[in-house]
């Protein structure tokens, strides 16, 4: 059971590169998000989409630009990284429904010097 | 105020002790609650979810909810060193239709043998 897949797991970049974080869920889920994780500061969202052809912002939206591929995947592009955005980066997805509890991947450790 | 709030730890107890994991949320509209356990380097992992007041139970585990008093916790009975971790409360946006969740920062659990 593959569930999210998320690619790359690691990653360092140089301060004003691009990159583009990807993942995949093959559990049939409309709901996808992308998280951060810092120490000290939980999980904040950064954007959401809750069905296929709609992607919404979340807490903290500012340097990141998000596509919804398709119904399995979502990406998450930093166009010119900053070193406040090294973090680890989460996707999930749910089912539709306020109810619904969401599943993570392993996560993307990126590093911006 | 932040939205969702938990005690930082390390919360301590010996093995075999019940381990007791408190979070409060301010969004009385809220109508679902997740508990889920973070090993350090890993994603989060769902272990419990909850919707009505009062208590359930899921083998070791049991959350309990007081929505009068916007309170949710998690018990752990015959906690094992293999408990410890982070556990991460998270409550749905009762403020919208979305399906988002705000989690709060985490309490860390540690389980002496």
């Known amino acids: ?113 | 105020q932040k939205e969702v709030e938990q005690n930082s730890g390390p919360l301590s107890v010996p093995e075999g002790a019940i381990a007791s994991l408190n979070c409060t949320y301010s969004d009385r509209g809220s109508q679902s609650f997740f508990w889920y356990r973070q090993y350090s380097g890993k994603s989060p992992e769902l272990i419990m979810f909850i919707y009505s007041n009062g208590d359930k139970e899921d083998g070791r585990f049991t959350a309990q909810l007081n929505k009068a008093s916007q309170y949710v916790s998690l018990l752990i009975r015959d906690s094992q060193p293999s408990d410890s971790a982070t556990y991460l409360c998270a409550v749905n946006n009762g403020r919208d239709s979305s399906y988002k969740l705000i989690f709060g920062s985490g309490t860390r659990l540690l389980v002496r043998p």
């Open chain 1, 1 to 113: 059971n593959a569930g999210v897949t998320q690619t790359p797991k690691f990653q360092v970049l140089k301060t004003g590169q691009s990159m583009t974080l990807q993942c995949a869920q093959d559990m049939n889920h409309n709901s996808m998000y992308w998280y951060r994780q810092d120490p000290g500061m939980g999980l904040r969202l950064i954007y959401y989409s809750a069905s296929e052809g709609t992607t919404d912002k979340g807490e903290v939206p500012n340097g990141y630009n998000v596509s919804r591929l398709n119904k399995r995947e979502f990406s998450l592009r930093l166009e010119s990284a900053a070193p406040s955005q090294t973090s680890v980066y989460f996707c999930a997805s749910s089912e539709t429904g306020s109810n619904q509890p969401q599943h993570f991947g392993d996560g993307t450790r990126l590093s911006i010097l």
